[in-house]
């Protein structure tokens, strides 16, 4: 009882504490974990110990240990792990009433303690503490110890992605891991993995490593075996991500060819719509389904599966599938669409109940669709989620009439390509979200289609000349700074532009910045972002580069080791523009 009492008061008076001092280590990280818990706990420790080293060149003990040291240390923990005194101490049973990946950052007498219910909570807090709470010089690192609670907002938080564009078929397993460590790091809970056109169907070859597009190819996969496929599935387990397998209804990578493009199971429809399967006919819904039952049989342990409802490819109008079924516009299209996806479901539920399912919606070809809306509002399962693709906001409800899109599901999410949109537009759409009770947001991550980068080639081949990065740099601009708003705005999406700023100001730059290098770091990221579609710089950006490049030589004058870092990338941007644009 003493215990949580001084603890209790020692939370809320303890300003900071020593990490090196004078040069020499001044504390430890030591782990309270389960066997089962290890693996990313020791991440988590190490994200700490990595930073504490590359600021200051001192290597901070890392230990598990069964009871706490006596000496100064940060001490990672799930609450299952600590002991009976410490979970009644009321600073850190808080954390027992978070979300499972929120955390508490707590200090009690000479230790800062990072407490989750998981693993993966522990993770994000190592990850706040090493963004956020650490700074001083080289030879002094402080903590910053003042409590901290942090639980998402934003439960849904997905990451789309394909890995079907320009160079991205051929990273290995080791690189996704890499670009897997970063979803977790800026605090992803889900990834939908595009498997379809990787996975080596026995019973439809014809789509294994399948090129039906310039830009849609895994011909030349190095993820092409179930041992690949299985492994991220795993690495991303251990990460503390959930993992979908992924693909097409009928249409992208291999599922477009599911009937050897038998014209009778093709839809009917002008442009491209001769390219995906007709969700009516019977042999194309037979073999999506077998489809995917076979790839959830070969990797059981995805907790979900994800599909593309291919409505980019347009709707069917076959006979069938242009049938009416209400007076406000509704077809059999949809309602075709809406029962092949349950029989998906109902399909693999039989083997695999834990999976969890997404799909697409907010299509044109849905915007006078109420009946379409209607069954996916009757699908109040909690195993079902679904990602608006086309910018929809409303969707038409019984009678034509439109509702927010949260209506129909409450697992509704919007996706977008925040890697290629100007950063104030994410804020300003997680505000939206969140004041209309969206369940979360969607990245993108398809470097080779979108990147808004010039670290590697785009999509189109217009950019060849570009550096090809295998895996694409999670380290560096623009990546960085994206996913660092990216996480900021789903975990708190009230946030204006300038409170975001602030938090960029705290996480890239020591306290001895000056303030306006998070705008030029918020600037610097928009000028590549154009610069990569265009390779070319206006006479406005070259200035605004000069200005930027001035900014960075007077602050490492005095820099801290964090603001060493962060301005290494903004140099690097620099050098990156300059090297690979031509002025206008």
Not at 311 to 334: L, N, T, Y
Request: aromatic share 12%; glycine share 6%; charged share 25%.
């Amino acid at each position: 009882m003493l215990l949580a009492i001084l603890g209790l008061f020692c939370a809320t008076c303890t300003a900071s504490e020593s990490l090196v001092k004078n040069g020499k280590c001044n504390s430890r990280i030591a782990i309270l974990a389960s066997e089962k818990e290890a693996f990313l706990m020791d991440r988590a420790a190490q994200a700490i110990a990595d930073t504490v080293n590359a600021w200051s060149g001192v290597k901070i003990p890392i230990e598990k240990v069964e009871r706490l040291p006596e000496e100064p240390a940060i001490i990672l923990s799930t609450l299952d792990s600590l002991s009976p005194e410490l979970k009644d101490n009321p600073s850190i049973y808080k954390a027992e009433f978070m979300d499972d990946q929120g955390f508490a950052i707590v200090p009690i007498l000479n230790k800062v303690f990072i407490v989750s219910r998981t693993s993966r909570g522990v993770f994000n807090g190592a990850v706040y503490l090493r963004d956020f709470k650490i700074d001083g010089s080289k030879v002094n690192l402080i903590l910053d110890a003042k409590p901290v609670y942090r639980t998402p907002w934003m439960k849904g938080r997905a990451v789309y992605l394909l890995n079907i564009w320009g160079h991205e078929p051929l990273y290995t397993v080791s690189d996704w891991k890499v670009i897997l460590d970063s979803l977790a790091w800026y605090g992803f809970e889900t990834v939908y993995f595009w498997t379809s056109g990787h996975f080596p169907s026995k019973k439809f070859p014809q789509t294994y490593k399948w090129a039906d597009h310039h830009f849609d190819s895994t011909a030349e996969s190095k993820i092409a075996s179930v041992q690949d496929l299985a492994q991220i599935i795993e690495y991303g387990h251990q990460i503390g991500l959930r993992m979908y397998l992924g693909g097409g209804l009928g249409a992208w990578t291999g599922t477009g060819n599911l009937t050897s493009l038998k014209p009778e199971t093709m839809k009917t429809g002008s442009g491209i719509a001769a390219m995906s399967l007709c969700p009516s006919h019977p042999e194309s819904r037979k073999a999506i389904v077998e489809y995917y039952k076979e790839m959830y049989d070969a990797l059981p342990k995805a907790d979900g599966l994800y599909i593309e409802l291919a409505d980019e490819f347009g709707e069917c109008v076959c006979e069938i599938c242009s049938k009416p079924v209400d007076a406000f516009g509704s077809r059999q299209f949809g309602q075709s669409q809406i029962t092949l996806v349950q029989e998906i479901a109902h399909t693999i539920w039989k083997d695999h109940p834990h999976a969890h399912f997404a799909f697409t919606n907010g299509y044109d070809e849905h915007k006078n669709d109420p009946a379409f809306y209607e069954a996916i509002k009757q699908m109040d399962n909690s195993k079902f989620e679904w990602m608006e693709a086309r910018g929809s906001w409303e969707f038409p409800a019984a009678g034509g009439k439109l509702m927010p899109a949260p209506y129909f599901s409450k697992k509704q999410m919007k996706w977008k390509i925040w890697e290629i949109m100007p950063l104030s537009e994410q804020v300003e759409i997680a505000n939206r979200l969140s004041k209309e009770g969206w369940f979360g947001m969607i990245a993108d991550f398809s470097p080779g289609f979108s990147s808004g980068s010039l670290y590697g080639g785009v999509y189109g081949g217009s950019q060849s000349k570009l550096p090809v990065a295998i895996p694409f740099p999670v380290n560096k601009l623009p990546f960085a700074l994206t996913y660092f708003v990216t996480r900021e705005v789903m975990w708190d999406p009230t946030l204006t532009v300038e409170q975001v700023k602030e938090r960029i100001q705290r996480r890239f730059f020591g306290a001895e910045a000056p303030a306006h290098l998070a705008t030029d770091l918020w600037d610097l990221r928009e000028i590549l972002l154009v610069c990569s579609q265009s390779l070319k710089t206006s006479a406005e950006h070259a200035k605004l580069l000069e200005s930027i490049e001035e900014h960075i030589r007077e602050a490492e004058n005095n820099a801290s080791p964090k603001t060493l870092e962060s301005l290494s990338i903004m140099k690097e941007a620099v050098d990156m523009i300059r090297k690979y644009t031509e002025p206008e």
